[in-house]
């Protein structure tokens, strides 16, 4: 059984940062990708960043040079630093992550969604 679980969403002012943080437990043999998405009511989950094995990073053209994504594979969790954070920005943030639960066999996982409202 594998759990991802996200903190670290809020109330914001525009221009205003936070940190979300995404830790994966149970049953881990390895993670490959890392990732973030957001939802706003009515629309398609956006994808906002990804991290490799490697440390490759991906960003959406919208949250480039404001938001950075990076994981600390010791605790077997991502970050997503947002940074200059706009009205815009205000979704539900889930995290997902490519995990092997054994050698050769590897599942997306999701969080549960944390909610970053950016106030204007």
């Known amino acids: 059984q594998v759990q991802l679980v996200e903190s670290g969403g809020g109330l914001v002012q525009a221009g205003g940062s936070l940190r979300l943080s995404c830790a994966a437990s149970?049953?881990?043999?390895?993670?490959?990708?890392m990732g973030w998405y957001r939802q706003t009511p009515g629309k398609q989950r956006e994808w906002v960043a990804t991290i490799t094995s490697g440390d490759k990073t991906n960003y959406a053209d919208s949250v480039k040079g404001r938001f950075t994504i990076s994981r600390d594979n010791a605790k077997n969790t991502v970050y997503l630093q947002m940074n200059s954070l706009k009205p815009e920005d205000t979704a539900v943030y889930y995290c997902n992550a490519n995990i092997k639960t054994q050698l050769t066999i590897a599942y997306l996982f999701w969080g549960q969604g944390t909610q970053v409202t950016v106030s204007s």
């Open positions: 149970g049953s881990i043999f390895g993670i490959n990708a």
